[in-house]
C-alpha cells in the first residue's frame, strides 16, 4: 500500500511516500478499513512542521474515513463494506476520564491514516453519517467533533442564544453550521471582504472585520445591545482571547481550542471575574460524542464545507496552502 512518512528531523521537505506491506487480517475485536480520506487539521500541520515533534518514520495525519474491508472476531458493530470514520481519542470511548497527551492519537503518537488500508480495534472508528462522501466524514474526526463538544457537550447550546466564531478555518466553520440548525445566532469575524461575502450565504447574521475593527469584543456588545454572546468558540488563543472575554456574555461560556496566536498569554482575569465567565479548554472529544454528533448531523440538510482536494502524493503541497491561511473550510486529501 501507499502511504506517506515524515522523516526525522521533520518539515513539509520530509514527507515521503512510501510502499509499505499491506495491513495485516484483523484479529479479535479489529476491523481492517481501506481509507479513502483524510483533512488536515492546525494539530497536523504543527506536528509534520516542529523539529522532531513526532518519531522518525511517522505517518501523519489524525483523520481518516474509508470502508470496512474485513472485521475480526467479535465485532458485531460492523461489516465489510460499512462506510466509517475514525476517532482522535481511540483510547477515550466515553465518560470523564478524559486523555491529557497525544501519545495514541494517530497522527502523532502512533502512525495515523496517510497511508491506503489499516487494522485497528474497532472501537478506532464510528460510523459515517449517511449520505456522506468519504472526504466530508474525514472532516469530521478533529474539526467537526471538536466544534459539536464546544457547542453542544460543554457550552449547552439553546435556540435563540448568540454564538461567536472565530475565521473561517474548519472547526469556526462547523461551528457556524451547527449553532444555525440549532436556532442560534452567529456572529463571526474575518479580515477578508470575499470571506465575510461567503460566512453571510451560509447564514452569519454579522461579520466583523477584524482588522478594520480591532476591538471587536465590543463591536459584539454593540450588535447585541450589550449583552454579548452566549458561548464564545475560541480558537485564536493568546493573541484573541482578551476580545473573546469582552465579547462574551455574563455568564457565558469560553470554548478556548486553538493556539494560532501562540502557547501563552496575558488573560484579563478581573474582567472574566466580573462576568462569571466559564473558560473550558477542550481538545476534540470522545467516541460516544462522536456517535451522538453522526446522528445529529444525518438530521441536518447541510453538509461540511470543503475548500480543496488533494491526492495523497500532494500532501506537503495541501500543508502549504493550508500555511497561506487562505482557506475556507476544510482541505481533503482523497485517495
Known sequence: MQAIQLQAPGGLDHLHLTTLPSAAAPQAGEIQVRIHASSLNYHDLLVVTRPNAAADGRIPMADGAGVVTAVGAGVSE????????????????????????????????????????????????????KGYSHAEAATLTTAGLTAWRALVVDGRLQAGQTVLVLGTGGVSIFALQMAKSMGARVIATTSSADKA????????????????????????????????????????GPGTLPQSIRACAVGGHIALIGVLTGFAGSVPTAEMMSKQISLKGLIVGSREQQQDMVRALEQFHWKPVIDSRYTLPELAQAFRHQQSAQHFGKICLEF
Do not use: K
Open 197 to 236: 461575502r461567503r460566512l453571510q450565504a451560509m447564514g452569519a447574521d454579522l461579520v466583523i472585520n477584524y482588522a478594520q475593527t480591532p476591538e471587536w469584543g465590543n463591536a459584539v456588545l454593540a450588535a447585541t445591545d450589550g449583552r454579548g454572546a452566549d458561548i464564545v468558540v475560541e480558537v485564536g
Open 78 to 129: 460492523f461489516a465489510e463494506g460499512d462506510r466509517v470514520v475514525s476517532t482522535f481519542f481511540p483510547q477515550w470511548l466515553s465518560g470523564r476520564q478524559v486523555p491529557s497527551d497525544f501519545h495514541l492519537v494517530p497522527g502523532d503518537g502512533c502512525d495515523g491514516f496517510a497511508r491506503e488500508m489499516v487494522t485497528l480495534p474497532a472501537t478506532a472508528f464510528t460510523h459515517a453519517p
